[in-house]
T-cell receptor
Framework: AQSVTQLGSHVSVSEGALVLLRCNYS??????LFWYVQYPNQGLQLLLK??????LVKGINGFEAEFKKSETSFHLTKPSAHMSDAAEYFC??????????FGAGTRLAVHP | NAGVTQTPKFQVLKTGQSMTLQCAQD?????MYWYRQDPGMGLRLIYY???????DKGEVPNGYNVSRLNKREFSLRLESAAPSQTSVYFC???????????????FGPGTRLLVL
């Protein structure tokens, strides 16, 4: 069975600082992994996805994530945080019948 | 092209009342999903429909029923609402572009449900 663990329910960074949101997965098969972002009172928007091609995946808004099989990780990074990045971020792994299994989410706060 | 739409956006129910949440997508996707989002728990799958005419239970199906009316529409029904069903409900649809291609679920804006 697949599962996802997001380390840290809340992360706070200064504007311009590095953003690092952690995600570890468990999967008995080669995983498909996703990062979604949710802005307040909105639905989820896909940031990026890993589907067994390049291990370094670039997404929208300057985010990227690196798939590390040896560490079972898929951490999300952005070199320089912007105020508009404040949102909740969800890591997910594809499960059976193509359903998504989500982590609990990490709320990112960006302060001046 | 509106993507995934959901109605209503917000609803207040009394315990025992029933209601149907509507979802429609205009992207010609085969698969559709209903999730609920609760604080600290991420999104959990309630029901899904791999194709028109088929539905299957997800992780938390108790207290819900679904109907895949046609390829576009996938509704979620609460027959007798309970306070534990207070949540934000998201509908999603998925394109299916082959092995690893197009593996993206598109989400609607959500329905906030409060059961008193």
């Amino acid at each position: 069975a697949q599962s996802v663990t997001q380390l840290g329910s809340h992360v706070s960074v200064s504007e311009g600082a590095l953003v690092l949101l952690r995600c570890n997965y468990s999967s008995s098969v080669p995983p498909y992994l996703f990062w979604y972002v949710q802005y307040p009172n909105q639905g989820l928007q896909l940031l990026l996805k890993y589907t067994s091609a390049a291990t370094l995946v670039k997404g929208i808004n300057g985010f990227e994530a690196e798939f590390k099989k040896s560490e079972t990780s898929f951490h999300l990074t952005k070199p320089s945080a912007h105020m508009s990045d404040a949102a909740e971020y969800f890591c997910a792994v594809r499960g059976g019948y193509n359903k998504l299994i989500f982590g609990a989410g990490t709320r990112l706060a960006v302060h001046p | 092209n509106a993507g995934v739409t959901q109605t209503p956006k917000f609803q207040v129910l009394k315990t025992g009342q029933s209601m149907t949440l509507q979802c429609a997508q205009d992207m010609n996707h085969n698969s559709m999903y209903w999730y609920r989002q609760d604080p600290g728990m991420g999104l959990r799958l309630i029901y899904y429909s791999a194709s028109e005419g088929t539905t299957d239970k997800g992780e938390v199906p108790n207290g819900y029923n679904v109907s895949r009316l046609n390829k576009r529409e996938f509704s979620l029904r609460l027959e007798s609402a309970a306070p534990s069903q207070t949540s934000v409900y998201f509908c999603a649809s998925r394109n299916s572009g082959g092995q690893g291609l197009g593996e993206t679920q598109y989400f609607g804006p959500g329905t906030r449900l409060l059961v008193l």
